[in-house]
């Protein structure tokens, strides 16, 4: 069974609507992420989190929000949606701060027309 | 800062042929740097490929191998007769295991694409 999972799975939105994408996970793990990624980079990371209830910026995090209600679940929000914010994002969990692997869903493609 | 190139895409080997992906990192903000090949098949998310957390070790998997050289900064994956189901993007990324830092850092990616 997916330890990662993520949803929708694909979206369209509108510029200026608000969207929400959702992260679940059944590691036990402590650090869940955001990423973005786009032709030609990387993944960029957005927001990440290491306890329930508080979440940290990444390189990336203008224009989007996040949120951590409990260990399994990390949601990003896009409040008013843009055309450059279409892109994949992928959910990550992490362990613990010494442990460097992250585990992935299986990302979210999004979008913005 | 830290940072992972690796070899520009798109890259096309046929198949049986041997492949080698380069990868080269700095980790100046790592305290003990570990190397990771992720890859993305189409349609689907990031798994991992291999990881080799010491310097001088050699991760394998699927028939791929890639060696910590820390002299070198290098992690480069190499195949010795691909097939067209390894044809995907794989990314390189530099993670730490010492706490300090927080995040994975990946290369661009490189599409593999393997011809019959």
């Known amino acids: 069974e997916a330890a990662v999972t993520q949803s929708p799975r694909s979206k369209v939105a509108v510029t200026g609507g608000k969207v929400t994408l959702s992260c679940h996970q059944t590691n036990n793990h402590d650090y869940m992420y955001w990423y973005r990624q786009d032709t030609g980079h990387g993944l960029r990371l957005i927001h990440y989190?290491?306890?329930?209830?508080?979440?940290e910026k990444g390189d990336i995090p203008d224009g989007y929000k996040a949120s951590r209600p409990s260990q399994e679940n990390f949601s990003l929000i896009l409040e008013l949606a843009s055309l450059s914010q279409t892109a994949v994002y992928f959910c990550a969990s992490k362990q613990g701060a010494n442990y460097a692997e992250q585990f992935f869903g299986p990302g979210t493609r999004l979008t913005v027309l | 800062g830290d940072s992972v190139t690796q070899t520009e895409g798109p890259v096309t080997v046929s198949e049986s042929e041997s492949l080698i992906i380069n990868c080269t990192y700095s980790?100046?903000?790592?305290?003990?740097?570990?190397l990771f090949w992720y890859v993305r098949y189409p349609g689907e998310g990031l798994q991992l490929l291999l990881k080799v957390i010491t310097a001088g070790q050699k991760g394998s998997s699927r028939g791929f191998e890639a060696t910590y050289n820390k002299e070198t900064t290098s992690f480069h994956l190499q195949k010795a007769s691909v097939q067209e189901s390894d044809s995907a993007v794989y990314y390189c990324a530099l993670g730490d295991s010492g706490g300090s830092n927080y995040k994975l850092t990946f290369g661009k990616g490189t599409l593999l694409t393997v011809t019959p």
């Open positions: 980790a100046t903000s790592i305290a003990y740097p570990n």
């Open positions: 989190s290491y306890v329930a209830d508080s979440t």
